[in-house]
């Protein structure tokens, strides 16, 4: 079971984690056009709290979000912030940070201009990515998606289908 925190930040508020909800019409919930992040936190050995180059992982959540059209209703700095507060508001020592900027409600279809743009950030105590144990490996028979076939630098949420069905199709063979 996932480990949780005490809030998550929404469109610029603090919200109690399991009040933290979108509709479920929202565009990026059908369609995969959201992108995100991945930001780890790690406790250092004055009791502090370092996150791993977040204004890198900011720059290139920008990136991506250009890359699929989605304005942000936020500046870099502001995404910063944020998540230096919430950090801070959940009292994380070590852990995961998500954030994450979808298309949301008011628009279905291909083409979600005029659906809003909604950022949220989540952070929580998550371990090793993939455990603790031996890691055992194999090649899946799916292939990455074809970098002609969409900007593979940024990291639209849609895109991890593919990972999805290959980790799918490895687990079942016992592998990680």
Not at 26 to 32: A, C, D, F, V, W
Not at 50 to 71: M, Q, V
Not at 90 to 115: D, V
Request: some cysteine.
């Amino acid at each position: 079971m996932m480990e949780t925190a005490k809030y998550i930040w929404m469109d610029g508020k603090m919200v109690e984690w399991d009040k933290a909800q979108v509709h479920v019409l929202s565009h990026s919930l059908h369609y995969g056009g959201g992108v995100f992040e991945g930001i780890r936190c790690y406790q250092t050995n004055d009791e502090k709290t370092a996150l791993f180059r977040p204004k890198d992982h900011i720059k290139r959540l920008f990136y991506s979000a250009k890359a699929i059209e989605l304005e942000v209703p936020f500046t870099q700095e502001d995404l910063f912030d944020a998540i230096l507060n919430l950090v801070r508001e959940n009292n994380l020592k070590s852990g995961y940070i998500r954030p994450f900027i979808f298309s949301g409600y008011g628009k279905m279809g291909l083409r979600p201009k005029g659906a809003e743009v909604n950022a949220c950030i989540a952070c929580w105590p998550w371990g090793s990515y993939l455990g603790e144990e031996l890691i055992k490996l194999k090649i899946s028979s799916y292939m990455r998606i074809h970098p002609k076939s969409t900007d593979i630098q940024a990291k639209i949420s849609g895109h991890y289908a593919n990972s999805i069905l290959a980790s799918q199709e490895i687990a079942k063979e016992g592998f990680h």
